[in-house]
């Protein structure tokens, strides 16, 4: 059971570049989150999901987008990246309704913007 | 003041003590979660918590809801159980968007 999976795991952009980070679950879960983590700062929501085709703002969506169209599959599209947004990017998913409710985080990407 | 409150931010025990980790939130909740990370790692969910206790080997989670607080144990600590724990709440109503303590630094020296 591969649970969470992110990718890429690191990622070095320059100033202006764009990329997607991928986040996969394989347990059927309806909702998912990307969160950001800042170094020696604690967790904040970019978007998330309550099931496919429905996606909403976090605490800090600026700079970001998000789609939804499968049920495993919420990626993370990042336009015209800038410093600010060099952080961890962690992806996590749960079934609060039928699946007991547990948090899966994938392993992080570790995005730096030059 | 932040929803979610965790004490102490940082704890340095001696193997084998025994660890207590507080968090106190301020909103009605339909879960709190505690989490662990180690230095450099990813986040692995201990407990989700909506009354009671739980126990896994070592680690116990406590909940009172009506004093909105819950707490971390760790019995016979070990070294390898330096990590951030964290603290997060999931307010009614609120599609599971948690709220985030800060972290509770812990290391532990053999």
């Known amino acids: 059971n591969a649970g969470v999976t992110q990718t890429p795991k690191f990622r070095i952009l320059k100033i202006g570049q764009s990329m997607t980070l991928q986040c996969t679950q394989d347990m059927n879960h309806n909702y998912m989150y990307w969160y950001r983590q800042d170094p020696g700062m604690g967790l904040k929501l970019i978007y998330y999901?309550?099931?496919?085709?429905?996606?909403d703002k976090g605490e800090v969506p600026n700079g970001y987008n998000v789609s939804r169209s499968t049920t495993e599959d919420f990626p993370l599209r990042l336009e015209l990246a800038a410093p600010s947004q060099t952080s961890v990017y962690f992806c996590a998913s749960t079934n609060p309704y039928g699946g007991g409710g547990e948090l899966f985080f994938g392993e992080g990407s570790r995005l730096t913007v030059l | 003041k932040n929803e979610v409150e965790q004490s102490p931010q940082n704890l340095t025990a001696q193997e084998g003590e025994f660890i207590t980790i507080n968090c106190s939130y301020s909103?009605?909740?339909?879960?709190l979660h505690w989490l662990q990370q180690h230095p450099g790692g990813g986040i692995v969910s201990l407990f989700m918590l909506s009354s009671g206790k739980k126990k896994h080997g070592r680690l116990i989670a406590t909940i009172n809801i009506q004093e909105k607080h819950s707490s971390l144990h760790i019995t016979a600590s070990h070294p390898r159980d330096s990590a951030v724990y964290i603290c997060?709440?999931?307010?009614?109503?609120?599609?599971?968007?948690?709220?985030f303590g800060q972290g509770t630094r812990l290391t532990i020296n053999p």
């Open positions: 999901s309550v099931g496919a085709g429905i996606t």
């Open positions: 997060a709440v999931a307010p009614v109503g609120g599609a599971q968007k948690l709220v």
């Open positions: 909103v009605g909740i339909s879960a």
